[in-house]
């Protein structure tokens, strides 16, 4: 693999894992979001070199096959998305946040999702869907 | 898209100084949020990265009467960080207020000051709490007050084949209280208009025992509003003196007219900012 | 990209004339700036290296004195130079005026509009702005020390 091969660009290209968007290309969107190590990054911005020997989970990973996660079931439930290009970003994220936080507050759910940007849904439907999740697992 | 290089990966600190005294050319690749993008943009074309993010000895956060840092820990540890919290909250804060959690899992405290983007949130915070960067060579180790770490946009007093190692943060003196204050007119993700460091003890006849205020975005530098400092100094601080003196940070700072606003607008913010920051340390 | 410089320099306006009208001489004040040759007709082939952080900029082009007036003391130059290896050009035009103000004092204003092409630009404004102020800040700061040694 070459040294200058992008995570986002292994995964889509290589690994045919499309689920994985690109939308900026410089770190703002969110839309590439992908889980190294349960943390979420930038996978447009990382090298794959970078991600050698670890954890990588992509949309692809996070359903139990066909079994939607209750993340996915409330997106579809509470309207967070619409033309989808950052639904992938959002779900990869969100649920990043509610393995390290089963309840998050208010403000926690909000700063972890801002660097997910939405054009469609104006954010609340997202918000919602997060909350609902949460409390699904209560 | 972007241009071919050659990645090594330095297998311990030892190595990650041989390779970088063998190849002055080559950069220093952490966690790469910015160095990938100014390679992606193609202002960057290096022949050769070393990859140190493996280094265990750069990891880590420790605690000795002073809080050190490691320059590979990344923001999102550091703000979570127990230590750190405790330590200082205000700094804990501020690591969380860069960017966003991604940007924060990935990018790391060293990275992020060796990169020297004069928007960054941790500069101004750390010239305030008068840290010190640890940089190591194959020559030894040396510590630069962070003020003097940054020479100007994207520059650093870190030589050719030094390494930022860790940033030292000593503790607050005894009623000490230190704040870090960001203005963001537009998105909540974006680069501050302006933000102020600040760190004040006010002793128990209400005058200003110590202070020490730093700027960001408003140079080319964090900038220390020095006059704000020395107008404060063993004065009894009340709410006008403490205005009269945040004003005075508008003739420290140089700000540029970019889509965050105008030269003369930035100005007046950094005295609006500087001002609220010292009264949110007020007892 | 407009920027406008004016300073007052500690020397007769027929010796600094004399610098700022060798081209290679003053050149040779520029920080940054390699060897700069002739190829005529006051045409001058050069380069100009860069540094803004990690960002290296070698830019190599033409510098054409486009006019020249002697008696005035003003002359304007076209500099077209590109970073090919980066790939991005600047191009400037630069207005330069001397007027004596005492007998052993000189006047000078440097207007220069710049434009930068390509990748460069990707820096943004500011920061080439600021960059551009300093090159030509430190070109009169060392004209100064010349002019009057």
Redesign the interface.
């Known amino acids: 693999m070459p040294a200058e091969r992008l995570l986002s660009d292994l995964l889509r290209d290589d690994l045919g894992l499309t689920g994985t968007k690109i939308g900026c290309g410089v770190g703002v969107c969110g839309a590439c979001t992908v889980l190294v190590d349960d943390v979420p990054v930038t996978s447009c911005l990382l090298l794959a070199a970078q991600a050698e020997g670890r954890s990588i989970r992509t949309i692809e990973g996070i359903a139990d096959g066909d079994r939607l996660t209750a993340l996915q079931r409330a997106f579809i439930t509470e309207g967070g998305f619409q033309c989808g290009i950052c639904t992938p970003g959002q779900i990869v994220s969100a649920t990043a946040l509610l393995e390290r936080s089963a309840h998050p507050a208010e403000g926690e759910i909000r700063d972890w999702m801002k660097g997910n940007l939405c054009r469609c849904t104006g954010y609340y439907g997202i918000l919602r869907a997060v909350r609902a999740a949460a409390e699904a697992s209560a | 898209m972007i241009a071919p290089f050659e990645l090594v990966r330095a297998g311990s600190l030892a190595e990650a100084l041989e390779l970088l005294e063998s190849d002055p050319e080559a950069h220093v690749l952490a966690g790469g949020t910015a160095l990938v993008l100014l390679m992606k943009q193609g202002l960057l074309r290096p022949s050769r990265l070393i990859d140190i993010g493996g280094l265990a000895e750069l990891r880590g956060i420790r605690m000795n009467g002073d809080l050190r840092i490691g320059a590979l820990t990344t923001h999102l540890e550091a703000e979570r960080s127990a230590l750190v919290r405790r330590h200082c909250p205000a700094l804990a804060s501020c690591f969380g207020t860069v960017a966003t959690v991604r940007i924060r899992a990935q990018g790391t405290v060293g990275g992020n000051l060796a990169h020297a983007d004069p928007a960054q949130d941790p500069p101004p915070m750390l010239v305030a709490l008068g840290a010190v960067a640890v940089l190591e060579s194959g020559a030894g180790r040396r510590e630069v007050p962070m003020e003097d770490l940054f020479v100007d946009v994207f520059e650093t007093s870190i030589g050719p084949g030094e390494l930022l190692r860790e940033i030292v943060v000593p503790p607050l003196a005894e009623g000490a209280r230190a704040t870090y204050v960001k203005f963001l007119p537009r998105t909540e993700d974006d680069y501050a208009t302006v933000s102020v460091g600040a760190v004040l003890r006010v002793d128990a006849d209400g005058r200003c025992a110590d202070v020490r205020v730093a700027l960001g975005s408003v140079g080319p530098t964090p900038v220390r509003a020095r006059r704000v400092e020395s107008a404060l100094r063993g004065e009894r601080v009340t709410p006008a003196r403490l205005r009269e003196a945040a004003m005075l940070v508008r003739e420290e700072v140089d700000p540029i007219a970019d889509a965050r606003g105008s030269a003369a607008y930035k100005r007046e913010m950094a005295g609006v900012w500087t001002e609220r920051a010292l009264r949110a340390l007020l007892p | 990209m407009k920027l406008d410089h004016s300073a007052r320099i500690d020397a007769p306006v027929e010796r600094v004339w004399a610098i700022v009208s060798d081209v290679p001489r003053a050149g040779r004040l520029v920080p940054g700036v390699g060897p700069v040759e002739p190829l005529g007709a006051d045409r001058y082939r050069g380069t100009l290296r860069v540094?803004?952080?990690?960002?290296r900029l070698d830019l190599a082009g033409d510098i054409e004195v486009t006019s020249r007036d002697e008696t005035a003391r003003t002359a304007a130059l076209r500099l077209d130079a590109a970073d090919h290896?980066?790939?991005g050009a600047v191009r400037a035009t630069m207005r330069l005026a001397l007027t004596q103000a005492t007998p052993s004092t000189t006047d000078i204003r440097i207007e220069t509009d710049a434009q930068v092409l390509g990748?460069?630009g990707?820096?943004?404004?500011?920061?080439i702005?600021?960059k551009a102020d300093r090159i030509v800040s430190e070109l009169i700061a060392n004209l100064a020390r010349e002019a009057s040694s």
């Open positions: 540094q803004i952080g990690p960002v290896r980066l790939g990748r460069i990707e820096l943004g404004e500011p920061i702005r600021r």
